[in-house]
DNA sequence: TGGAACGGGGATAGCGTTTGCCATAGACTG
DNA sequence: CAGTCTATGGCAAACGCTATCCCCGTTCCA
């Protein structure tokens, strides 16, 4: 039984109406004397106000929530980051919740945050493109709206509204030019989990490179964006016959590929060069060549539009920009 | 303006009570009829009860917050995957909040969990010794379980309660007898974030052990548990002299000393060991040895007490066990 | 046959806030 | 001095639920 705002006001002898008016700043007026006793009633039992009244009753509440595939995946992590950093500044408190890249969990808490009702939600992950749930997903998406949250996706979804996104298709097709440009013309590929879209684009991406460079796109393995699942790519090219330079989806596969190789004796990147996608810290810690795509600065710009004040274009479209970071793991393919 | 209770009784031509009464599992008998209609009607217009509401009147409400000091440590994704997975399987939603290691944020996500009715808290992350806003932290603290949420702590706290935790001490003893028994003499240490707890006590694990074989632990570097400080230190082992052996205060870290090194040219393990402290994915990712402390089962047990029907001890403390991880940066003292 | 027991259902009091509306009392305005 | 503001404050109605209490018929047993 924590204080109450009648406890604050029994305190300090005034209606419950003016210890409300007192503590959010109304544009009511309130005496001095009265502000003054409230306020130290206030922190003398130590009352902070239910921010679930408050939500039920104004229909707003200074939450952002943050529903992402997975936790421990770094990309969500730093998305994550950006959007925080932005909400904190801006007195806002960021909820995360992880689906676990489940559409019935999204939906669950998209309802959960229209309750509480978030000010807004950012919308990360990229979905199955197949989802039978499609339509469920969509609805609850709508009640958020309906409720005034702002939605802002993250990643590309089959539904519309507010985006700030990376061009994973582009991201692909460029990391895949310029191990090209290095040379390579047997250039394999690990993929991520199937039916993401986000797995997808970039899919798309390295073959539309590959393509239009005339080469064969041959030399592709399942993968599900896990260390493990690169590992055993990188297992399977070495069973198979090593190509020039290896792609993979995600940083953390990459980073798969490239232990299997190297534990295996053959040189990267002397022998086979290796890269990936993302640009997420990890890539960093093993000096992996990847193509970085502003996530933080994607949850930071998604954040910032749902906090402004003034405008908000519920269909508003942003791309960040990627770049591609050269690092230790390719190089030129050898004479 | 989301679909209400009342909607969906108006829809079926039952009062607002019996509507309840249909859609949470009362004990208050409702006929089939009625309760098929109900159904029916709810279903039609996608309702989904407002949790904020439930929670307002039943002071109850089945999520499980967990706080942590940094989504983007691996550290505390691991414990939060613990308990989501187990939360999921009792029908409960996790909520992450990320305090961002400050106390005030600590304080504000209590009271917001606090106001939300959830279930449970896991407070992770350890907090500061000296913290100078520990008094209101606790008073924070101790309304939520006021209020009847059950609170786990996963780190060592000042405070008491409820605790599932590794002992971090113990792992980094023993992590360093692991290094004595390999013959190594001169080992440098690699510091935590200083003054948290969790630093405190695995370098009080380093220190002990070293005291112990009667060695001089004169070696140590300011760190911070992040990639660069654990690089800057092995720079600095560089610049005065390499030790036998490294040591650092998380994963993290050592993979920063690690990467130092052996960009320079320094054979690890053959001329250096390095190890780590947290057996964290990226441990495994650069084939660093460390000590595992079992994350996950650590938020999988917090969230089994949370949600378990029957008992709650509200003083039970568990220590889980920790596993020296060997692997690829370490290796016997070369004669 | 009286009444207890039970199946089924409705009214309604909150839960802790915010806020629109009304009341009171000085202070001003002509 | 009547009339009008303005500063200040209280009452009470929501918000969307759950739970308590009460009511109305049947059925069943002594």
Redesign the interface.
Same mark, same amino acid.
């Given at each position: 039984? &924590?204080a109450s705002l009648a406890d604050v006001a029994r305190l300090a002898g005034v209606s419950i109406a003016t210890a409300s008016r007192a503590l959010n700043g109304s544009s009511h007026p309130v005496s001095p004397t009265a502000r003054g006793r409230i306020m130290r009633a206030a922190d003398e039992i130590?009352y902070?106000p239910? $921010?679930? %009244?408050q %939500?039920?009753v104004t229909g707003r509440s200074p939450?952002i929530g943050v529903i992402v595939g997975d936790?421990?995946d &770094?990309f969500f992590?730093?998305v994550? +980051?950006g959007v925080?950093d932005v909400a +904190?500044e801006g007195r806002y408190?960021? /909820? /995360?919740?992880?689906s676990?890249r489940r559409t019935g #969990?999204e939906i669950? !808490?998209l309802?959960?945050l $229209?309750? !509480?009702?978030a000010a807004g939600i950012v919308f990360a992950g990229g979905g199955f493109g197949e989802d039978p749930r499609a339509a469920d997903l969509q609805? %609850?998406l709508d009640?958020v709206v309906? #409720?005034g949250a702002r939605v802002v996706s993250v990643a590309q979804r089959p539904f519309g509204g507010a985006l700030v996104a990376v061009d994973n298709e582009h991201a692909a097709r460029d990391m895949t030019d310029h191990l090209i440009e290095l040379g390579h013309r047997r250039i394999g590929y690990v993929r991520g989990i199937p039916g993401l879209t986000t797995s997808e684009a970039r899919q798309r991406g390295f073959l539309a490179a590959m393509a239009t460079a005339g080469l064969q796109a041959d030399l592709q393995y399942e993968g599900n964006f896990r !260390?493990e699942s690169g590992q055993s790519a990188g297992l399977q090219f070495l069973a198979k016959g090593l190509p020039d330079a290896i792609l993979a989806a995600n940083d953390?596969s990459g /980073?798969?590929v490239l232990?299997a190789l190297r534990?295996a004796g053959v040189g990267v990147p002397e022998q086979v060069s290796v890269a990936g996608i993302g640009g997420t $810290?990890?890539s960093?810690?093993?000096?992996l060549t990847t193509v970085s795509v502003a996530l933080y600065e994607t949850g930071a710009e998604a954040a910032r539009r749902i906090i402004d004040r003034t405008v908000w274009d519920p269909d508003r479209r942003t791309i960040l920009p990627h770049r591609i970071l050269v690092r230790g793991t390719t190089a030129r393919r050898p004479a």
């Amino acid at each position: 039984m &924590p204080a109450s705002l009648a406890d604050v006001a029994r305190l300090a002898g005034v209606s419950i109406a003016t210890a409300s008016r007192a503590l959010n700043g109304s544009s009511h007026p309130v005496s001095p004397t009265a502000r003054g006793r409230i306020m130290r009633a206030a922190d003398e039992i130590g009352y902070s106000p239910s $921010r679930l %009244a408050q %939500a039920l009753v104004t229909g707003r509440s200074p939450v952002i929530g943050v529903i992402v595939g997975d936790v421990v995946d &770094p990309f969500f992590a730093e998305v994550t +980051r950006g959007v925080e950093d932005v909400a +904190r500044e801006g007195r806002y408190m960021t /909820i /995360i919740c992880d689906s676990d890249r489940r559409t019935g #969990a999204e939906i669950d !808490y998209l309802n959960l945050l $229209r309750d !509480y009702h978030a000010a807004g939600i950012v919308f990360a992950g990229g979905g199955f493109g197949e989802d039978p749930r499609a339509a469920d997903l969509q609805h %609850a998406l709508d009640e958020v709206v309906e #409720a005034g949250a702002r939605v802002v996706s993250v990643a590309q979804r089959p539904f519309g509204g507010a985006l700030v996104a990376v061009d994973n298709e582009h991201a692909a097709r460029d990391m895949t030019d310029h191990l090209i440009e290095l040379g390579h013309r047997r250039i394999g590929y690990v993929r991520g989990i199937p039916g993401l879209t986000t797995s997808e684009a970039r899919q798309r991406g390295f073959l539309a490179a590959m393509a239009t460079a005339g080469l064969q796109a041959d030399l592709q393995y399942e993968g599900n964006f896990r !260390y493990e699942s690169g590992q055993s790519a990188g297992l399977q090219f070495l069973a198979k016959g090593l190509p020039d330079a290896i792609l993979a989806a995600n940083d953390e596969s990459g /980073i798969g590929v490239l232990m299997a190789l190297r534990q295996a004796g053959v040189g990267v990147p002397e022998q086979v060069s290796v890269a990936g996608i993302g640009g997420t $810290r990890v890539s960093q810690l093993v000096d992996l060549t990847t193509v970085s795509v502003a996530l933080y600065e994607t949850g930071a710009e998604a954040a910032r539009r749902i906090i402004d004040r003034t405008v908000w274009d519920p269909d508003r479209r942003t791309i960040l920009p990627h770049r591609i970071l050269v690092r230790g793991t390719t190089a030129r393919r050898p004479a």
